[in-house]
């Protein structure tokens, strides 16, 4: 895979992370289970119908909202291991997004931020027998919910990287969404969770039913 990523599209200084990407796709694309959302015959992986996008002014756009958050993760793993590996920054790396999976997820409904409407949250409860409510995880509840999640994740890396220039100056350097999203979002969103419910193994705020493909 690197022989491949230093063959195609790399400079001296840099690699072209768009390689990698449409590598990492068309490999793991195949991989996924049968009967997940497809255009024109072909799987496209982690990536869900969402009523909400369905709307008249947008007739031109597939109503699909794509994630690739299992894919995306491991990118970002490869991303540092290569950059390490051979001294070389990459180039177009601002390509992947937050992560949409439940501890990022979990952080923002358990501060508040993201609150299921009264009669979602009761269809939730009523699924789940518990009291703690779940959904399909390719339904419409759980898709908006990572949606939303990877939206909220871009804006607090906005922030915090305006809070650093202003407190240590213009010539800071910015984290970088992965800095944000390991050692941030993702570690609150463990400790919100194991100090809010310590009786249920730290579980997310909402549950899901899935096949295990999906977290």
């Known amino acids: ?10 400079t001296d200084d840099a690699l072209d ?18 009967g997940r959302t497809t255009i024109a015959g072909v799987a496209i992986g982690d990536a869900w119908p969402l009523d909400v996008l369905a709307t008249d002014r947008n007739k031109k756009v597939l109503p699909i909202q794509p994630f690739h958050k299992l ?3 491991l990118a970002y793993s490869l991303t540092s291991a290569i950059q390490r590996l051979l001294n070389k920054d990459w180039l177009n790396l ?11 997820g979990g952080l923002f409904v358990d501060m508040g931020v993201l609150v299921l409407k009264p009669e979602i949250l009761a269809t939730g409860l009523k699924a789940s027998g ?6 399909d995880a390719t339904g419409d509840v759980i898709v908006e919910w990572r949606a939303m999640t990877v939206v909220l994740l871009g ?21 970088t969404l992965a800095q944000i999203l390991e050692a941030g ?4 969103g463990r400790e919100l969770a194991a100090k ?12 899901m039913f899935s096949d295990g493909t999906l977290f």
Do not use: H
């Open 1 to 10: 895979m690197v022989d491949y990523l230093v063959a195609n599209g790399s």
């Open 17 to 34: 992370f768009n390689i990698l990407w449409k590598l990492l796709q068309g490999l793991l694309i195949p991989t996924w289970p049968e």
């Open 71 to 73: 894919t995306q993760w």
């Open 94 to 104: 601002d390509g992947l997004t937050g992560l949409p999976e439940y501890r990022n």
């Open 130 to 135: 518990k009291n703690l409510p779940q959904y």
């Open 155 to 175: 804006m607090i890396a906005d922030m915090v990287n305006e809070k650093l220039t202003q407190k240590l100056g213009k010539d800071t350097r910015p984290l």
């Open 185 to 188: 979002t993702w570690k609150a």
């Open 196 to 207: 809010l419910r310590p009786d249920d193994n730290a579980c997310s705020p909402i549950l």
